[in-house]
C-alpha cells in the first residue's frame, strides 16, 4: 500500500461489505476516535468494547487500519500531532521488540551468556 492508498473496506455487520472509504475518510474517523480515547485514558479492555460498540469492527481490525493509516499523507493532514506520536510510539515498540530478540539469540541453553 503506498502512502496515499486507503486501507481496505471495513466489513460491514449486516449485508456484505461496505463500500471503500478513501484514506481522509479512514483519517477523519479513525484518528478523532483515537485522540479522545487517549484524551479519556481509556484502559484497553475498554477500549475494545467501545471499537465494537461505536465503530462496528473488531480491535484487531481497527489497529490493523489505524497502523496503516498512520503511514499516509492523510492521517498527517488531519491530526499531524497524533499521526507524529502514533509513529514514534511503533518506531519504539519495534526497537524494543528487536532489542528483545537480539538478547534471547544471545543467550545460552539457560539464559546464561555464553560469552562467559
Given at each position: 500500500m503506498t502512502?496515499?492508498?486507503?486501507?481496505?473496506?471495513a466489513p460491514a455487520a449486516e449485508g456484505g461489505p461496505r463500500p471503500a472509504r478513501s484514506s481522509r475518510e479512514w483519517a477523519e474517523l479513525l484518528l478523532p476516535f483515537e485522540?479522545?480515547?487517549r484524551a479519556e485514558r481509556v484502559r484497553p479492555e475498554v477500549k475494545h468494547e467501545i471499537v465494537r460498540d461505536e465503530l462496528g469492527m473488531a480491535?484487531?481490525?481497527y489497529y490493523m487500519l489505524l497502523g496503516r493509516l498512520i503511514d499516509t499523507t492523510a492521517a498527517a493532514e488531519v491530526d499531524p500531532i497524533l499521526t507524529r506520536m502514533l509513529l514514534d510510539e511503533r518506531r519504539r515498540a519495534n526497537a524494543k521488540r528487536a532489542a528483545r530478540g537480539a538478547r534471547i539469540l544471545t543467550a545460552?541453553?539457560?539464559?546464561?551468556d555464553p560469552t562467559n
Open positions: 502512502a496515499d492508498e486507503a486501507p481496505a473496506a485522540a479522545r480515547m480491535p484487531e481490525r545460552g541453553p539457560l539464559g546464561d
